[in-house]
């Protein structure tokens, strides 16, 4: 199985920034892909940006020039890094993972999910 466990949210001014991390553990083998989602109340879970194995990303037109996705492969570490943060990127952020892991002598992939860690702007 893998682990993704998020850190780094919190409450902060609109206009502040904050940075979110999501550490990956477990009997991972590769990761092929991660990514930030996002729900705030009473909507449905939202893509905000994603980073492939190359180093390629992708982001929600909502998040373009404000955040940045980022990742460590040597510690199987995913970063999002928000800057000009508005009242409209209040949410639960949850970090997912494309990976294949290993169990038993074989190898398996599937979609991993963090627990999500909450962002609130707010002045």
């Known amino acids: 199985q893998a682990q993704l466990v998020e850190s780094g949210g919190g409450l902060v001014q609109p206009g502040g920034s904050l940075r979110l991390s999501c550490a990956a553990s477990g009997s991972i083998l590769r990761i092929n892909a991660m990514g930030w989602y996002r729900q705030a109340p009473g909507k449905e879970r939202e893509l905000v940006a994603t980073?492939?194995?190359?180093?390629?990303?992708n982001y929600a037109d909502s998040v373009k020039g404000r955040f940045t996705i980022s990742k460590d492969d040597a510690k199987n570490t995913m970063y999002l890094q928000m800057n000009s943060l508005k009242p409209e990127d209040t949410a639960v952020y949850y970090c997912?993972?494309?990976?294949?892991?290993?169990?038993?002598?074989?190898?398996?992939?599937?979609?991993?999910w963090g627990q999500g860690t909450q962002v609130t702007v707010s002045s």
């Open positions: 980073i492939i194995s190359g180093g390629n990303t």
């Open positions: 997912n993972a494309d990976a294949v892991i290993t169990r038993n002598f074989r190898s398996y992939r599937d979609i991993y």
